[in-house]
C-alpha cells in the first residue's frame, strides 16, 4: 500500500543546533516533493519544493534533499532558533498526478 | 494581496444538520484542494476541483459530503446529515496552476465541532 511516514515522535532540539527531519514514502514515484510548516490553529504554509531530478534544494537556513532510490527526504534547519517550533509536513504528488498527499507531520520544539 | 480566505472559522452543528463551508482562493488561482485534518493527524485529501470542474474526488466519502466551484463565488465543501465523526479541521488550499508547477496556499480552516 502507498504511505508516506514522518518521525512520530516529537523532535526536540537545543537553540543553534540542527534539527533534521525524515520522510519517507512507499510505493509512490513523484514528480517533486514539498515541505510546509504547520502552526497550531493555523493552515500550513509552503517553504520548499524540490524535483526528482534535483538532490538538494537549499533556502536561507533551509536544506531538502531528496534520494529517488532510498525513497527519502531529509528536511534540515540549521542553527535552530525557539521560532522554529511547529509541525513540519512533508508531501509529494500521487501517481495519477490529480493530488499532493501530506505525511503525518513531525512536531519540532527548539529548547532555548 | 488576500490570502486565501475560509469561513467560518468555526462551526458547531448538530447532528442530522448540514453544514456548509466556504473558501475563498487567492486572485487568479482557479485550482482549489479540500483537506481535513483531525486532531495529531496529516491533511488527508478530500476533493480538487477547477472551475466549475469536480477533477478528482477519491477522498471524499460518497455519502452527504459534495464540493463545487462555481464560475463564481467561492467554493463550498457541503455535509449533510453531520455525525460526531465529522468533527473535525478543513483546510482549503488553491494553486494558479497545476500541482506539477505551484505549491498550495493554505486558508487557516473552518473547525467543524459536531454536537
Known amino acids: 500500500s502507498q504511505k508516506i511516514e514522518q518521525n512520530s515522535e516529537a523532535l526536540n532540539i537545543q537553540e543553534g543546533k540542527t534539527a533534521t527531519l525524515t520522510c519517507n514514502y512507499t510505493?509512490?514515484?513523484?514528480?517533486?516533493l514539498q515541505w510546509y510548516r504547520q502552526d497550531p490553529g493555523r493552515g500550513p504554509v509552503f517553504l520548499l519544493l524540490?524535483?526528482?531530478?534535483?538532490k538538494e534544494k537549499r533556502k536561507e537556513r533551509l536544506k531538502v534533499t531528496f534520494d529517488t532510490t532510498l525513497k527519502q527526504s531529509l528536511f534540515h534547519i540549521t542553527a535552530s532558533q525557539p521560532a522554529d517550533s511547529a509541525t513540519y509536513l512533508c508531501?509529494?504528488?500521487?501517481?495519477?498526478?490529480?493530488?499532493?498527499?501530506f505525511g503525518s507531520g513531525t512536531r519540532l520544539s527548539i529548547r532555548p | 494581496n488576500a490570502g486565501v480566505m475560509q469561513n467560518p472559522r468555526h462551526l458547531v452543528r448538530r447532528r442530522g444538520q448540514e453544514a456548509r463551508l466556504r473558501c475563498s482562493p487567492m486572485?487568479?488561482?482557479?485550482?482549489v484542494y479540500w483537506y481535513r485534518q483531525l486532531p495529531e493527524e496529516g491533511l488527508k485529501f478530500m476533493v480538487y476541483l477547477q472551475k466549475e470542474n469536480i477533477i478528482d474526488e477519491s477522498g471524499m466519502p460518497k455519502e452527504r459530503f459534495s464540493a463545487e466551484f462555481p464560475k463564481e463565488g467561492p467554493s463550498i465543501l457541503r455535509i449533510q446529515q453531520v455525525v460526531r465523526g465529522d468533527s473535525a479541521a478543513y483546510f482549503c488550499?488553491?494553486?494558479?496552476?497545476?500541482?506539477?508547477?505551484?505549491?498550495?496556499?493554505f486558508g487557516n480552516g473552518t473547525r467543524l465541532t459536531v454536537t
Open positions: 486572485k487568479g488561482h482557479s485550482h
Open positions: 508531501a509529494l504528488d500521487d501517481s495519477s498526478a490529480s493530488k499532493i498527499i
Open positions: 524540490i524535483r526528482e531530478n534535483e
Open positions: 488550499a488553491s494553486s494558479p496552476d497545476t500541482i506539477y508547477n505551484s505549491p498550495l496556499h
Open positions: 510505493n509512490y514515484s513523484p514528480a517533486y
